[in-house]
């Protein structure tokens, strides 16, 4: 059997942020997308994975939204306290791993709870592609429109190659403990965080990109949840 063949995966699913970008009455993790809510949608691309191990959900201790959630009473699904940056909630995922029996060699797919259309093409082609890998990696898409940088004052200082370019995605897939070691200490160093690679390059690793669908985007603005609604409407009427 190949190592393909026999990988078991976790999921952390940093979910304790407040969405201020949003400028919603709730986290936007909470808002409907058609009948459910955004987490509950994401939560189902990997419920149903033959492969998963377990699944933790990284809450903020005051959360008053989750308990409602039907999901909140499936026992596959394990709470770990969030913190206050994205990435110290998966540092308290990664943890609670470790009480539920994950070992240091176990695979973790952290994904980000406001990622609701990820496509399980793209789950099992990261899997697929990384399931020997001695790293790790994440999906990815490449740039695609021109890409300036820009100063203080609003005005283009360069145009840049977009060609050595991509956007960070998640899932974002490493071993637990080699994952848990570059947090640490990318934490310990104040360095700032924002996703589980950059702590791994900070610990002179060199993950790897599989390109993914574009459309696995993040709800970070209004017009993000606009555009999936009207998308989501539109496949539940063809
Ligand atoms: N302290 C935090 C901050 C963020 N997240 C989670 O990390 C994911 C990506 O973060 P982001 O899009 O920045 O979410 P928010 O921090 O909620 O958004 P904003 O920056 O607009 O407040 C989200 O699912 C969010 O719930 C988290 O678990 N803990
Ligand atoms: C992890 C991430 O989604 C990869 O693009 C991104 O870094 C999250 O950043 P945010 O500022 O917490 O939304």
């Known amino acids: 059997m190949s190592l393909r063949d026999q990988l078991v995966f976790w999921v952390v699913i940093p979910a304790a942020g407040v969405g201020s970008r949003m400028r919603a009455d709730r986290p936007k993790q909470y808002l409907l997308l058609g009948e459910r809510s955004i987490i509950e949608h994401t939560l189902d691309c990997f419920l149903d994975h033959p492969a998963l191990s377990g699944l933790v959900v990284c809450i903020a201790p005051d959360d008053p939204y989750w308990p409602a959630l039907p999901c909140a009473r499936d026992t596959r699904v394990q709470l770990a306290p969030g913190g206050r940056e994205r990435c110290d909630s998966v ?49 990815a898409v490449p740039a695609r429109d021109t890409l300036k940088r820009v100063g203080p004052d609003g005005r283009v200082v360069e145009t840049v190659d977009r060609s050595v370019i991509w956007q960070a995605f998640t ?31 900070w610990a002179g690793h060199s993950p ?31």
């Not at 897939?173 to 965080?193: K, P, T």
């Not at 459309?215 to 606009?226: A, G, H, Y």
């Open 91 to 139: 540092l308290s995922g990664l943890q609670r791993l470790d009480e539920l029996g994950a070992n240091e060699h176990d695979w973790v797919l952290v994904h980000d709870a406001a990622r609701p259309n990820l496509a399980r093409e793209d789950l099992d082609r990261l899997l697929a592609e990384l399931a020997d890998d001695p790293v790790g990696g994440l999906l």
């Open 171 to 201: 899932p974002q897939m490493f071993r637990l403990g080699m994952l848990c070691d570059a947090l640490e200490a990318a934490l310990a160093s104040r360095m700032q965080v924002t996703d589980e690679a950059s702590a791994l390059e």
């Open 208 to 238: 790897r990109v599989v390109e993914g669908r574009a459309d696995n985007l993040k709800v970070t603005r209004p017009e993000d949840l606009e555009w999936l609604a009207q998308r989501w409407k539109t496949d539940r009427e063809s």
